[in-house]
C-alpha cells in the first residue's frame, strides 16, 4: 500500500500540466481573445455560473449569451508543447442549461498551433484535434474527435453515440487520453465511452495491408451452401395444375351458349400445388471462409499518428442555435491520473448541488405557476360577479 501510494505520488509529481483553466476571476477576459471572423454574427460569451449552479463561485465559466450565432474564442499556453512520446489528456465540461425540448449546438474544444492569429480565429483555422459534443435535435448526438493528418482533417469512421439521458441540461464532463502507442480513451463523466487503436478507428494508414502479389486459389470454395443432391423433384410435380374447375359450379339456366360463349366453371385454388419446385440448400462441406488475402506489413504506415509537434492554444469555434452553454474546467497535459484528480476537486464536487440547486429553481417555478393558475381562476370569479351587476344595471333603468 505504501509502494502504491509512493509510486503514484511519483507520477503525478512528473506529470505536466500545460493549462488549467476553472474562470475563477474575472482576469480570465486577459487570457482568453475573441475572434471577429464574422462579424456581426458573431455571439458573446459572458462571465456566468447559470441560473442553477451547484457553487455560485466555483462553477463560472463561458456563457453562451446569444441564440443563433457563431462563437469564436482561445486561449495560448504558457509554453507550446509536442506530445510526441507521451501521453496527452484534454478535459473540459459543458452544461447546455437552457435547452427546452432539445438542444443544437457544438461544444468541442479546438488544439491549435502557437501560430494562431486569435482575432481571426474561425472555421479555416488549422488545428490538431477537435473533440466534444455536437448534438443537434435527434438526429445528430454524438462526441466528436477528428484529427487533423497531413493537412486533412480525418473524423472517426464509427460515430461516438451520446445516449439521450446524457443530452440533460446539466454539466457533463469529455475527456480524451491519447497514448504513445496510438491508442485512445474517451469518457464521459469519467465513464469510458470508446476506446481503441487509431489507426482502427480512422483513415489513417493501417499497420498492415493486403498483399497485392496473393491471389486467390482456384480450388478455393467460398460458397458457404450448396444444393442438397439427395433432395429430388418428385415426378409429374410440374404436372399439378395450380388451379381447378369448381365440381359445384353448375351452369346457370340462363346462359346461351350463342350470346355468352361456351360456359366455363370458375376456378378455384388446388390445395395440392406448392408453387415451382425448389431445391434445398445443405452447408457445403468443402467450404473453406471468405477469401482474404495475406496481410504484409505497410510501408506508409505511421506509429506516431497520436503525435503533434506545435500545440500552443486551445479554442472553441462554434455555432450554437441555442444559447446558454457554459465552458469550464478546462484541463491540457499528459498525466490522466491529474486530469481526474482536477475534475474531482471541480465537476464531481459540485454536480450534485448542482441538481439540487435546478429542483429547487424548477419546483419555484412551478409553485408561481399554480399561483397563477390559481390567480386567473378568481379573477374569472370576479369577472362573473361583474358581469351579475352590470346585468343588473339595465333593469334598474328600465324602471326609472
Known amino acids: ?55 455560485a463561485e466555483a462553477d463560472k465559466g463561458m456563457r453562451a449569451k446569444d441564440k443563433a450565432r457563431f462563437y469564436g474564442i482561445s486561449s495560448k499556453l504558457a509554453k507550446p508543447f509536442s506530445n510526441e512520446g507521451k501521453d496527452l489528456v484534454v478535459q473540459f465540461s459543458v452544461k447546455n442549461e437552457l435547452r427546452e425540448s432539445s438542444f443544437c449546438g457544438g ?25 466534444g459534443p455536437d448534438v443537434c435535435g435527434y438526429d445528430v448526438s454524438r462526441i466528436h474527435l ?16 451520446l445516449e439521450f439521458a446524457d443530452k440533460n441540461e446539466f454539466t457533463h464532463l469529455y475527456t480524451l487520453h491519447l497514448r504513445p502507442d496510438n491508442t485512445y480513451t474517451v469518457y464521459f463523466d469519467l465513464e469510458e465511452r470508446s476506446s481503441g487503436s487509431l489507426p482502427e478507428g480512422w483513415a489513417f494508414p493501417k499497420k498492415e495491408v493486403d498483399d497485392a502479389s496473393d491471389v486467390k486459389p482456384s480450388e478455393w470454395v467460398d460458397e458457404k451452401m ?42 378455384l385454388d388446388n390445395p395440392e400445388f406448392k408453387g415451382p419446385w425448389v ?40 455555432w450554437l442555435v441555442d444559447n446558454g452553454s457554459i465552458f469550464d474546467n478546462i484541463f491540457v497535459g ?37 399561483s397563477v393558475d390559481d390567480g386567473e381562476v378568481l379573477e374569472e370569479e370576479d369577472d362573473d360577479e361583474d358581469l351579475d351587476e352590470i346585468d343588473d344595471e339595465p333593469a334598474e333603468k328600465e324602471e326609472l
Open 334 to 370: 499528459d498525466d490522466i491520473e491529474e486530469a481526474k484528480l482536477f475534475a474531482e476537486s471541480t465537476f464531481k464536487k459540485n454536480i450534485e448541488a448542482e441538481k439540487a440547486a435546478k429542483k429547487i429553481l424548477d419546483d419555484a417555478k412551478k409553485a408561481t405557476d399554480d
Open 107 to 131: 461544444g468541442y474544444i479546438k488544439l491549435l498551433g502557437s501560430d494562431i492569429d486569435q482575432p481571426s480565429f474561425g472555421g479555416d483555422t488549422p488545428y490538431s484535434i477537435m473533440f
Open 226 to 267: 450448396m444444393l442438397d443432391p439427395s433432395d429430388v423433384k418428385p415426378e409429374g410435380y410440374d404436372d399439378i395444375p395450380e388451379k381447378l374447375a369448381d365440381p359445384e359450379a353448375v351452369k346457370p339456366e340462363d346462359w346461351d351458349d350463342e350470346d355468352d360463349g361456351e360456359w366455363e366453371p370458375p376456378l
Open 146 to 161: 477528428i484529427f487533423n493528418y497531413k493537412d486533412e482533417n480525418l473524423l472517426k469512421e464509427e460515430d461516438i453515440k
Open 279 to 318: 431445391q434445398k440448400t445443405i452447408e457445403n462441406p468443402a467450404y473453406k471462409g471468405v477469401w482474404k488475402p495475406k496481410q504484409i506489413a505497410n510501408p506508409a504506415y505511421d506509429d506516431k499518428v497520436y503525435a503533434f509537434k506545435d500545440i500552443g492554444a486551445v479554442g472553441f469555434e462554434l
Open 1 to 55: 500500500m505504501k509502494l502504491a501510494t509512493a509510486l503514484t505520488f511519483a507520477t503525478l509529481a512528473s506529470a505536466e500540466v500545460f493549462l488549467k483553466e476553472e474562470f475563477g476571476d474575472a482576469a480570465w477576459r486577459d487570457r482568453w481573445v475573441d475572434s471577429t471572423w464574422k462579424g456581426e454574427q458573431m455571439g458573446e460569451f459572458e462571465w456566468s455560473a447559470g441560473s442553477f449552479p451547484g457553487d
